[in-house]
């Protein structure tokens, strides 16, 4: 299985912009996938979900702002992001893993499957 995370960029304040995780390997109706963020010296941060079973919490800094839309006829996970901040920038990388009904996934060891990172930074 292959996560492919691309979209990053240097944008504005205020901007928008989509990331895409394109998946190989495994269809995605078969994995729950969750984007994460670095930030220079800093920690892994979850940002939010997408899972096919459930509905889970987003990063509180990032609700209303982003959102994680899934196309399983292109096999692939989206981390649509308005509004963005200069704290938004940092790396940030698609992670799958099978389904686990009733579990919130949202550490870096609940993800067996990483992408690359695409960086995403913000100017003010």
């Known amino acids: 299985v292959q996560l492919q995370a691309s979209g990053g960029g240097l944008v504005q304040a205020g901007d928008s912009l989509t990331l895409s995780c394109v998946i190989s390997?495994?269809?995605?109706?078969?994995?729950?996938v969750g984007w994460f963020r670095q930030a220079r010296g800093k920690e892994l941060e979850f940002v939010g979900p997408?899972?096919?079973?459930?509905?889970?919490p987003y990063l509180d800094s990032v609700k209303g702002r982003f959102t994680i839309p899934r196309d399983a006829a292109k096999n692939t996970v989206y981390l649509q992001m308005s509004n963005l901040t200069p704290e938004d920038t940092g790396m940030y990388f698609c992670?799958?893993?099978?389904?686990?009904?009733?579990?919130?996934?949202?550490?870096?060891?609940?993800?067996?499957?990483w992408g690359q990172g695409t960086q995403v930074t913000v100017s003010s």
């Open positions: 992670a799958g893993d099978s389904p686990a009904p009733g579990t919130y996934k949202y550490t870096r060891e609940s993800y067996t499957y």
């Open positions: 390997g495994r269809a995605l109706n078969t994995l729950e």
């Open positions: 997408a899972s096919p079973s459930q509905k889970w």
